[in-house]
């Protein structure tokens, strides 16, 4: 209850209640309003009665003040492996994921188009929306486009990463920073890779800086092939795949192809 929660649309307190569970509750209700109503299509007489008494006991009350809360990171590799994203400037990352049941919705894109709008991805984007409504109406909006444009990846709606069975998996030693709610070992790749969880806002700030590795000596961990005139590099995870594991892979061009060095 209280005035920012007043504020906040449904999609955001549908984020509050996801990760609840994941910080340990059993469950994260809200008290039906206007806003639940109209996007549940229900009459809201028909609901008041879902709250609290007056006079209902409690184990524990909680109070916060919003205007005082920072942007955290959830880092390696547990929810409650809580940090200032202020703390965490410098930390090379590999990927960010924005996208998931848990910050894949509307406004989230929204939030991400409008920070690189008009800018270029430092690192690998990859861009899932929840569902298919949502990546219709972020089409509509202009949002796909403008985050396209920045060179985000973007993908079919649902999982994608969160569930580590589909685009981006991540091998030894990367880093992720991902939108989605867990970030225990092996859930997005190996168990050597760090999963950093943020929200849309700081992976989408995030990813558009500098401090990647990008050119010179810092692609390293990149190796060419030329082949029929078209030179393509591929990562180390994918150079772990071909020499230990004889994958069969069917790899995206443009998720691998990089701009050539100067």
């Known amino acids: 209850?209280?005035?920012?929660?007043?504020?906040?649309?449904?999609?955001?307190?549908?984020?509050?209640?996801?990760?609840a569970i994941?910080?340990?509750?059993?469950?994260?209700l809200f008290r039906p309003d206007e806003k639940t109503c109209e996007y549940s299509e229900v009459n809201l007489e028909d609901v008041d009665w879902l709250y609290g008494d007056e006079d209902a006991s409690y184990c524990r009350v909680m109070t916060y003040q919003a205007e005082e809360l920072v942007p955290v990171c959830a880092c390696p590799s547990q929810v409650d492996n809580i940090h200032p994203v202020s703390e965490l400037v410098g930390t090379e990352i590999d990927q960010v994921f924005i996208g998931s049941c848990t910050n894949g919705r509307l406004e989230d894109l929204a939030?991400?188009?409008k920070i690189l709008e008009g800018k270029t991805v430092a690192c690998r984007t990859i861009v899932t929306p929840a569902s298919r409504k949502i990546y219709i109406e972020a089409v509509k909006a202009g949002y796909m486009e403008t985050l396209a444009k920045a060179g985000a990846i973007i993908t079919q709606p649902g999982c994608g990463l969160c569930c580590g069975r589909s685009g981006g998996i991540l091998c030894d030693g990367e880093k992720v920073l991902a939108t989605n709610n867990r970030n225990f070992?092996?859930?997005?790749g190996t168990s050597k890779v760090g999963i950093?969880?943020?929200?849309?806002?700081?992976?989408a700030t995030d990813c558009r800086r500098q401090w990647r590795r990008?050119?010179?000596?810092?692609?390293?961990?990149?190796?060419?092939?030329?082949?029929g005139g078209l030179n393509i590099r591929l990562g180390a995870c994918i150079q772990t795949l071909l020499r230990d594991r004889k994958y069969a892979l069917f790899i995206s061009l443009s998720s691998i192809l990089l701009p050539a060095a100067n």
């Open 214 to 227: 990008t050119r010179g000596d810092k692609l390293k961990h990149i190796c060419d092939f030329s082949r």
């Open 22 to 28: 994941e910080a340990g509750a059993k469950c994260c």
């Open 196 to 203: 950093y969880l943020g929200s849309p806002a700081t992976a």
């Open 185 to 188: 070992l092996g859930r997005m």
């Open 1 to 19: 209850t209280g005035s920012a929660v007043d504020a906040m649309s449904v999609a955001s307190r549908m984020t509050i209640s996801n990760m």
């Open 111 to 113: 939030r991400a188009a």
